[in-house]
């Protein structure tokens, strides 16, 4: 039963006795002022002069009956006294009490209680109205009241935990952290040897690359209690409200030692001092400066580590990543294709696959997706799977996914006419062709038509392995091959569109870079130009700063112009030569939309001998 339900019930209650008690008092000392109410004084009068006929009792209460008028008179006389007493002491004869009658009836047996109560629970209900509202203003105002308290959620270490096993793609962190884990778990092993543990971590990353499963995983390792909190949840309108939320986390992580305290998105509250003047600044500053105090307070026998996340450490304050604080920095970078290929086996724990299913074929389709990404492609593939009321999760529906995660949901509901459904053919034919004749460029895995999210069509390249290193080469052929559309739209239809914007745009960054940034011009040389400033992680450029003449400027764009026109005529070559297979690829898609596997690879590469093989039928999404 819900105690706070029977608590308020019970309060009402007594609110409720005490105002039939405030009725009761009321309706008694009205009565007492009705027309025909007389005081004793003045009923002793009249027994004297013989003017009354009959007198009842009950209680204090006198009902009067005279003999001049048939309408009945009231009186009351003093509390617990007896009628004849009071008549006699006021000197009236026992000639004069033997011409009237007195009948003395016996009063109810709570009668008593009811007059008790009635004079008592007025100051009762006042006292139940002021608890009541007592009550009501601190559940109402409670957050109010707790602004100081820290808003951390605690798990406790006996309840199911998240281990190692659960965390793949970040197998140099997890060796990392396992450190972390044996001085949690064996404290005493290294301080014998007078090792100091480490106060805190800080796990940098890209968001979704695990970071925070990644500290759960630490404290189920450790089997201790795990303090939770997001950076921002420090931050008040009250000053001062963030210092105390610091200091009783802190209060709280040493009253459970030993501990893991995991701070999210600290970069909300641990940017660098002095980069505003007043307000919020002051009041995030003083934040900082108490968890800095508190980090280099810790007693050398408190086993209490400070994990913290963030994809912004070059925001950070330098006292706060100093060692005696955050000793250490782990980096989770996004998987390679090993690293995605584990991930998907642990998300696929428990789901039902089909015998097509190739965890490293999907691994290679998806590079540059992080953990939180395939996690995300699993579920939708699932998802998929059950709308089309299928019992196990197919290739077909991972494909799917792919494209769901990177493009958005198939748009086949777009009516476009005739005319642009042919120019997005060719379009994407001519990305396909020119990608398959060069060496430098991955190999074709998928064509399709079918417009998806903003774009109206895709080829999807099939990567063999990851690249951390790009030769010029290789840039060479990617930029003949994002020219490929718009060499295509020109060559068949006479005409640009607007459809190569993307792609236009995407060619002269990356050929700005290679004439800026990596010195891959023979007429500037290796020169870095232009000072750029990004925000880390997150690959977002916030200004650039030149520091070159207009001259080399001039020579920027020209180096620039070189590199287009150069991919623009390799594209044009070979679309030229090529021709034959461009139209068929197109007709197919026109036709068909989505062209891969076998089908695309025997068009691709000019084989006319025999039918050709019907592409599979693609499965309506519902």
């Known amino acids: 039963m819900d105690t706070k339900w029977v608590r308020n019930?019970?309060?009402?209650?007594?609110?409720?006795?005490?105002?039939?008690?405030?009725?009761?008092?009321?309706?008694?000392?009205?009565?007492?002022?009705?027309?025909?109410s007389m005081k004793i004084g003045e009923v002793i009068q009249e027994v004297k002069k013989g003017n009354i006929k009959k007198i009842d009792v009950e209680g204090d209460t006198l009902t009067i009956e005279r003999y001049d008028t048939?309408?009945?008179?009231?009186?009351?006389?003093?509390?617990?006294?007896?009628?004849?007493?009071?008549?006699?002491?006021?000197?009236?004869?026992?000639?004069?009490?033997?011409?009237?009658?007195?009948?003395?009836?016996?009063?109810?047996?709570f009668g008593?209680?009811?007059?008790?109560?009635?004079?008592?629970?007025?100051?009762?209900?006042?006292?139940?109205?002021?608890?009541?509202?007592?009550?009501?203003?601190?559940?109402?105002?409670?957050?109010?009241?707790?602004?100081?308290?820290?808003?951390?959620?605690m798990f406790m270490s006996n309840k199911p935990t998240i281990t190692f096993l659960d965390v793949a793609g970040v197998e140099e962190a997890k060796q990392e952290l396992q450190e972390v884990v044996e001085f949690l778990k064996y404290p005493e092993k290294f301080a014998a040897l007078g090792a100091r543990i480490p106060r805190g971590v800080l796990l940098v990353g890209p968001p979704g690359t695990g970071k925070t499963l990644l500290s759960r995983a630490v404290a189920g390792e450790a089997g201790v209690p795990f303090f939770s909190i997001s950076g921002s949840e420090f931050v008040e309108m009250f000053v001062g409200v963030g210092a105390s939320r610091v200091r009783d986390l802190f209060d709280q992580a040493k009253r459970n030692a030993p501990c893991i305290v995991f701070v999210d998105e600290i970069d909300a509250v641990g940017r660098q001092r002095g980069?505003?003047?007043?307000?919020?600044?002051?009041?995030?500053?003083?934040?900082?400066?108490?968890?800095?105090?508190?980090?280099?307070?810790?007693?050398?026998?408190?086993?209490?580590?400070?994990?913290?996340?963030?994809?912004?450490?070059?925001?950070?304050?330098?006292?706060?990543?100093?060692?005696?604080?955050?000793?250490?920095?782990?980096?989770?970078?996004?998987?390679?294709?090993?690293?995605?290929?584990?991930?998907?086996?642990?998300?696929?724990?428990?789901?039902?696959?089909?015998?097509?299913?190739?965890?490293?074929?999907?691994?290679?389709?998806?590079?540059?997706?992080?953990?939180?990404?395939?996690?995300?492609?699993?579920?939708?593939a699932a998802i998929l799977a059950a709308r089309r009321n299928k019992k196990s999760i197919g290739l077909e529906e991972f494909e799917e996914a792919v494209d769901r995660v990177i493009a958005g949901p198939e748009r086949k509901s777009r009516i476009i006419s005739e005319k642009e459904k042919a120019i997005t053919a060719y379009h994407e034919a001519g990305h396909a062709v020119v990608a398959r004749m060069l060496t430098n460029v991955d190999p074709?895995?998928?064509?399709?038509?079918?417009?998806?999210?903003?774009?109206?069509?895709?080829?999807?390249?099939?990567?063999?392995?990851?690249?951390?290193?790009?030769?010029?080469?290789?840039?060479?052929?990617?930029?003949?091959?994002?020219l490929g559309g718009l060499v295509s739209e020109e060559l068949v239809f006479g005409e640009m569109t607007t459809g190569p914007e993307n792609d236009i745009e995407r060619a002269t960054g990356v050929a700005r870079k290679m004439v800026t940034e990596y010195g891959m011009s023979k007429r500037l040389g290796p020169l870095a130009l232009g000072h750029k400033?990004?925000?880390?992680?997150?690959?977002?450029?916030?200004?650039e700063q030149k520091n070159y003449s207009e001259k080399i400027a001039e020579q920027i764009d020209e180096e620039i112009r070189s590199f287009i026109d150069n991919a623009y005529n390799i594209a044009k070559d070979?679309?030229?030569?090529n021709r034959a297979i461009l139209d068929r690829l197109a007709e197919r898609l026109i036709r068909d939309e989505t062209l891969e596997g076998e089908a695309l690879e025997r068009i691709l590469s000019g084989d006319t001998s025999g039918p050709e093989p019907e592409t599979q039928p693609q499965l309506a999404t519902a």
């Open 70 to 109: 048939a309408t009945k008179s009231t009186s009351r006389k003093e509390p617990n006294s007896n009628i004849y007493q009071v008549l006699k002491d006021a000197g009236v004869t026992p000639a004069e009490l033997d011409k009237i009658s007195i009948d003395v009836k016996k009063p109810p047996e």
């Open 574 to 577: 070979i679309l030229t030569r």
């Open 9 to 36: 019930s019970f309060i009402y209650l007594l609110i409720l006795v005490a105002a039939i008690a405030l009725f009761i008092s009321f309706v008694n000392q009205g009565s007492s002022k009705e027309p025909g």
């Open 275 to 380: 980069a505003g003047l007043g307000g919020s600044h002051d009041e995030r500053e003083q934040t900082l400066n108490q968890i800095l105090v508190e980090m280099d307070g810790f007693d050398t026998n408190t086993n209490v580590i400070v994990i913290a996340a963030t994809n912004r450490p070059d925001v950070l304050d330098p006292a706060l990543l100093r060692p005696g604080r955050f000793d250490r920095q782990v980096v989770l970078d996004r998987p390679d294709i090993s690293g995605r290929k584990n991930i998907l086996d642990v998300h696929v724990r428990g789901k039902p696959l089909e015998k097509n299913v190739s965890l490293d074929v999907l691994a290679k389709q998806t590079p540059g997706f992080s953990g939180a990404d395939l996690a995300n492609l699993v579920n939708e």
């Open 112 to 153: 008593n209680w009811l007059g008790l109560m009635a004079q008592f629970l007025p100051l009762v209900f006042l006292a139940g109205l002021l608890l009541f509202m007592m009550r009501q203003a601190q559940g109402t105002n409670n957050q109010a009241l707790s602004f100081g308290k820290s808003r951390a959620r």
């Open 444 to 482: 074709v895995h998928k064509v399709s038509i079918i417009a998806r999210g903003m774009m109206g069509g895709y080829t999807r390249l099939l990567p063999t392995q990851d690249r951390y290193l790009w030769t010029k080469s290789q840039f060479e052929d990617t930029l003949a091959w994002a």
């Open 533 to 543: 400033e990004e925000l880390i992680f997150l690959g977002r450029e916030i200004g």
